[in-house]
C-alpha cells in the first residue's frame, strides 16, 4: 500500500514517466484496484502514442487487466509505428526490441524475423538473440540458417560463461528445447550443441 502511495505520487508529479506508470499499474493490479490500473493505462495510451516500447507495455498490461478490446486498440496503434522502426535503418536496439513484441502480440513471424535479423545486427553479441532468431528460423523449416544461428548463439553463450560462469547456458539449453526438434537430425546442430 505505501509502496504503491510513493508509485502514485511520483506518476502524479511526472505523468509522463511511462516507467513509473506502468509501476504504478502493476501496484493497482496486485491491490485489485484494477479501474485506477485501467485509467493509467488509458492516460498513458494516450501520451505514448508515438512511443513503441511504452504502448506494448500498455497492450501487456491490458491484456493481464482482461481487457482484449484495449490491448487490441493499442496494437493497432503499434502495428504502423513498428513497420516505420523496422523501415528505418536507423533504429536502436529497445525500438527494434518494441517493434518484435509488437510483431509477436500479432503472430506476424516474417516481420518478427525481420526485427530480429535486425536485432542481432544492432547486437552481435547477444546469445539471446542469436538463440530467439534460431528458434524462429527452426519454427519455419529454415534449417541451415537456424542452425547457423543456434551455433552462434552457443558460441556466445560459451564465451560469456568464461567471463561470468553464473550466466545463462544456452547451449544446454538448446539441447532440450523442443523448438529445436526440427534440427535434431542434422550433424551440424548436434555439434553445436554437444558438451564440451
Sequence with gaps: QNQVAQMDAAYRANPT??????????????????????????????TASNDVVTLV????????????????LAVTRMLPLSDQILANPESDGPRLQGALQTYQLVSNVPKMEAALQRLVKVNPASPELWYDLGALLAYQTNVNPAIAAVS??????????????????????AATDGRFNVLRPHADFQKAVAPQ
Excluded at 514517466?17 to 488509458?42: E, H, M, P, W
Excluded at 501487456?60 to 482484449?68: E, I, N, S
Excluded at 564465451?159 to 553464473?166: C, E, G, N, S
Design 17 to 46: 514517466n511511462s516507467t513509473n506508470a506502468i509501476q504504478l499499474v502493476a501496484g493497482y493490479a496486485q491491490l485489485r484496484q484494477t479501474n485506477q490500473a485501467i485509467a493509467i493505462l488509458d492516460s498513458l495510451a494516450q
Design 57 to 72: 507495455s500498455v497492450a501487456q498490461a491490458y491484456l493481464q487487466l482482461g481487457q482484449p478490446a484495449k490491448s487490441q
Design 152 to 173: 552462434n548463439a552457443v558460441q556466445r553463450s560459451n564465451a560469456r560463461l568464461k567471463q561470468t560462469p553464473t550466466a545463462q547456458n544456452l547451449r544446454t539449453m
